[in-house]
């Protein structure tokens, strides 16, 4: 994995498993239709839906790189925006909250080259 941006995408796929394990060890804690302590049932259900999502963007991320770039782009932006929300009006976990912004940041410092990189693979190949 000598490419940069393999390695970029293998590290979008680890962050995402952490979060994709996360969200389905509440699951099965909760069940699925569990109103995460009363919170809106839109907050609920993108949450819960987080742990489809996680995982779908993980395989796209190592099947379809591109379209894995995309979902990841797509997923964190929504989650920050959304927890934002959620800190504003409920309160959150500031660790969690921190480190899905840090996240986010290299995400989206980092899509470009991750992006870029299967072309260049191809490229490479010739």
Same mark, same amino acid.
């Given at each position: 994995?000598? +490419?940069? &941006? *393999? ?14 394990? +996360?969200?389905?060890?509440? !699951?099965?804690?909760?069940? #699925?239709?569990? +109103?995460?302590?009363?919170? #809106? ?14 995982? #779908?963007?993980?395989? !796209? ?19 920050? !925006?959304? +927890?934002? *929300?959620?800190? !504003? ?9 921190? &480190?899905?912004? =840090?996240?986010?940041?290299? =995400? ?15 490229? &490479? &190949?010739?």
């Amino acid at each position: 994995m000598k +490419n940069p &941006a *393999s390695i970029i995408r293998f590290l979008y796929a680890g962050c995402l498993t952490g979060a994709t394990w +996360n969200h389905a060890r509440i !699951l099965c804690e909760h069940g #699925l239709w569990w +109103n995460y302590g009363g919170v #809106l049932p839109f907050y609920a259900a993108f949450w819960t839906s987080l742990t489809f999502l996680d995982s #779908l963007a993980v395989l !796209l991320l190592l099947t379809r790189p591109r379209a894995g770039v995309v979902l990841t782009t797509l997923i964190i932006v929504g989650d920050v !925006l959304v +927890n934002t *929300s959620v800190a !504003l009006s409920y309160g959150l976990d500031s660790a969690s909250y921190i &480190a899905q912004f =840090v996240f986010m940041v290299f =995400v989206l410092s980092t899509a470009r080259r991750a992006w870029r990189g299967p072309v260049s693979e191809a490229a &490479a &190949a010739n």
